[in-house]
Nanobody
Framework: QVQLVESGGGLVQAGGSLRLSCAAS????????VGWFRQAPGKEREFVAA????????YYADSVKGRLTISRDNAKNTVYLQMNSLKPEDTAVYYC????????????????????WGQGTQVTVSS
């Protein structure tokens, strides 16, 4: 079992920045890929970014490329999502997630690949 806790959300003006954190506990975090997803009101949950268990590979949705950066610090059991040049359309609840399988390798962009989810953190971007 693994527990994931997101933090760092808040209210920011368009063009501003936030850094989200996903703190993990319960297993050897460094062996697991981590993904970020988001869900806006009235919309389906969508993929945002993912990082492989090695940290060497990162993946992004087209809508966030060049603005968001995912990284991990295995010593702190934490994955970060640096969000720059935020837009009102980035407003959503952001979730981090991890698969049940260690050393997982896949497309990373589908929520069915993930078994453990955090409770989410709200990001609101005002225009």
């Amino acid at each position: 079992q693994v527990q994931l806790v997101e933090s760092g959300g808040g209210l920011v003006q368009a063009g501003g920045s936030l850094r989200l954190s996903c703190a993990a506990s319960g297993r050897t975090f460094s062996s697991y890929a981590v993904g970020w997803f988001r869900q806006a009101p009235g919309k389906e949950r969508e993929f945002v970014a993912a990082i492989s268990w090695t940290g060497e590979s990162t993946y992004y949705a087209d809508s966030v490329k060049g603005r968001l950066t995912i990284s991990r610090d295995n010593a702190k059991n934490t994955v970060y999502l640096q969000m720059n040049s935020l837009k009102p359309e980035d407003t959503a609840v952001y979730y981090c997630a991890a698969p049940a399988m260690a050393y997982y390798s896949g497309s990373y962009n589908s929520d069915v690949e993930y078994d453990y989810w955090g409770q989410g953190t709200q990001v609101t971007v005002s225009s």
